[in-house]
């Protein structure tokens, strides 16, 4: 195995953050889809958006660091992999932005507004209309299913460099101190 530079501390915080809140608004997401209309439905809701919510701002926060703290070098390989890589990566930055945005309007089309721990209340993001509702509610959904296949392929790639590849990628952004 090889010692490649790490990520910042900062970096690897914004990382494995993000990827709880993605996975638990992901599986909140899923399970409450097909619940029938119930407090505890309207709870996994309200807690869906204020995820929603935090994904999107730490997102923000993510790309400005990553904008202003230069990444450690690619690890040597072929150069369709690094393409792979990058593009992996930014499709995810892209989708870290398109599904909360994307479930924020469906919220807003839909006539309930987004009210964040149940105290601050946020602008409505497009004006109440079911119909524009009904057509953005699949395409959240697309979006985030998109979001948890490229997630998977990231893991996949992560795992096939750490076990076949063993050239110690996880370890740039690995928890803790080296």
Known sequence: MTNPARYDAVAVAFHWLLA??????????????DLPLSP?????????KWAGVLILAASALRLLWRLSHRPPADLPGPAWQQRAAHAVHWALYALFFAVPLSGWAYSSAAGFPIVLF????????????????ETIKPLHGLL???????????????IKHQFIDRDG???RMRLGRR
């Open 20 to 33: 709880l809140a993605i996975v638990g608004a992901f599986c909140v997401g899923f399970y409450m889809a």
């Open 40 to 48: 505890t439905r309207l709870k996994l809701y309200n807690w869906h």
């Open 118 to 133: 149940g105290v601050l209340p946020l602008p409505d993001f497009v004006a109440a209309d079911r119909a524009f509702a």
């Open 144 to 158: 985030a299913y998109t979001l948890a296949t490229v997630v998977v392929l990231h893991v996949a790639a992560a």
């Open 169 to 171: 990628l996880l370890d």
